[in-house]
């Protein structure tokens, strides 16, 4: 297990903001990271995978951050179904499917993150999660041990998973059902392009930042635009004008300059809509009234 001290975040997240890790941790295998994981008991500790939908505090972060590689980063293809580790990348599992003629994929195409981080944020579309093809998935507990959790018992909604946060997961297994190889390159390669074409990918951003609250408000970019915010800007961070419900690094921006953002647009939202955004996004290092002032209970 390697360690490292002040180790800067905003190198590791792809909004490219955020103050250091006091303490960051490799694990290059599951022997590393039960060891690790048992070091840190009692004390909490955070799991960083790629940072994708992740706002770190300029501050930065007390409790140990944990990442996983080498022997924790694989993907591994049977009969009908795909198996990947923890530290894989989601573009490469998805990747892998489609070129192995797996259906039902398409829904993670050109979706960044890496594989644990989309299990515990149930990473996919609005319609499809990364826990609809779970067959199972392994994790660690806070003593090292490891329990493996269904689909059922996971209870997955929205960008959440109903499991204790301090467990990591190390694995999982995934349908992966053979289809038409031809129909499925042409399902990715049109997704590709809807996203590419409607999303931000040539700036740090970390995807959707509100939550869709749904009937009778509709899609959260839409009242982000109603309440005039499209294009606002604080400090070097920027509501985009592709999508309003990205916020995009544009100039060294800060947590705080995101933070800002999010509570004017919130603000605005409120009091000529009356809907409550609340974040899609997760957040490291902040006191609760700042959670609280862009509307997350801590």
């Not at 180790?7 to 250091?20: D, N, T």
């Not at 890790?21 to 960083?48: I, N, Q």
Request: charged fraction near 30%; proline fraction near 5%.
């Amino acid at each position: 297990m390697r360690w490292g001290r002040d180790v800067r975040l905003a190198e590791r997240v792809r909004w490219r903001i955020g103050g250091p890790a006091r303490r960051l941790g490799s694990a290059g295998s599951e022997t590393e990271l039960a060891d690790a994981l048992r070091e840190l008991v009692p004390a909490e500790h955070l799991t960083l995978g790629w940072g994708a939908n992740l706002l770190v505090a300029d501050r930065g972060v007390d409790p140990a951050v944990l990442v996983l590689e080498d022997e924790l980063d694989w993907i591994r293809l049977g009969d009908a179904w795909i198996e990947a580790g923890a530290g894989a990348g989601l573009p490469s599992l998805v990747g892998e499917a489609r070129r192995a003629g797996r259906g039902g994929w398409s829904f993670l195409e050109a979706v960044p993150g890496s594989v644990g981080g989309g299990l515990r944020m149930n990473a996919g579309s609005a319609e499809t999660g990364l826990w609809d093809r779970v067959i199972w998935a392994d994790a660690l507990t806070p003593d090292g041990d490891r329990v493996r959790v269904s689909r059922v018992e996971a209870r997955a909604s929205y960008r959440r998973v109903e499991l204790p946060e301090p467990w990591v997961f190390v694995a999982a297994r995934f349908d992966a059902v053979p289809g038409d190889l031809a129909e499925i390159e042409a399902e990715h390669r049109a997704r590709r392009r809807v996203k590419v074409e409607t999303q931000v990918y040539d700036l740090p951003t970390c995807g959707s930042v509100w939550k869709n609250p749904g009937p009778p408000w509709g899609s959260a970019w839409e009242l982000v635009e109603r309440v005039g915010m499209r294009g606002a800007r604080v400090g070097g961070a920027v509501i985009t004008e592709k999508h309003a419900n990205f916020i995009a690094n544009v100039a060294e921006a800060t947590a705080e300059d995101v933070l800002a953002l999010m509570r004017e647009t919130r603000r605005r939202v409120v009091e000529q809509t009356g809907a409550r955004l609340e974040p899609e996004i997760r957040f490291w290092g902040f006191e609760a009234e700042e959670l609280r002032s862009v509307g997350v209970a801590p």
